[in-house]
């Protein structure tokens, strides 16, 4: 997001969205933690975050203004993105069998 911003993208109010999102997704991970919305918001997070090389290198590709780094981030944030889906729907599946208290 960084170095978007800093290459052509947006500056001011705009980012607001960015930081919403990411505040929605902290609260998935840390406030709703073993709960189902919890692993729902944990679950979608985890695919978009998985979407984004995908976005990013759509058409085009990156092109030349894009570095080593900038590629490397996309990589690892689709791998982390696809785990934290994988260990939300497996949380998800966990919390369907377990018996009521």
Same mark, same amino acid.
């Given at each position: 997001m960084?170095?978007?911003i800093l290459i052509s993208g947006p500056r001011g109010l705009g980012n607001l969205t960015?930081?919403?999102i990411?505040?929605?997704y902290l609260i998935g991970t840390l406030l709703l933690t073993e709960r189902r919305l919890g692993y729902v918001i944990m679950f979608l997070g985890g695919l978009t975050a998985a979407g984004m &090389?995908?976005?990013h290198m759509w058409?085009?590709?990156i092109g030349k203004m894009r570095g080593f780094f900038f590629i490397?981030?996309?990589l690892a944030l689709g791998t982390l993105g696809l785990f934290s889906a994988i260990l939300a729907?497996?949380?998800f599946w966990r919390l369907q069998?377990?018996? &009521?208290?």
């Open positions: 960084a170095d978007d960015a930081i919403l990411f505040l929605v &090389p995908v976005l058409g085009n590709g490397w981030g996309l729907a497996e949380g069998w377990r018996r &009521p208290r």
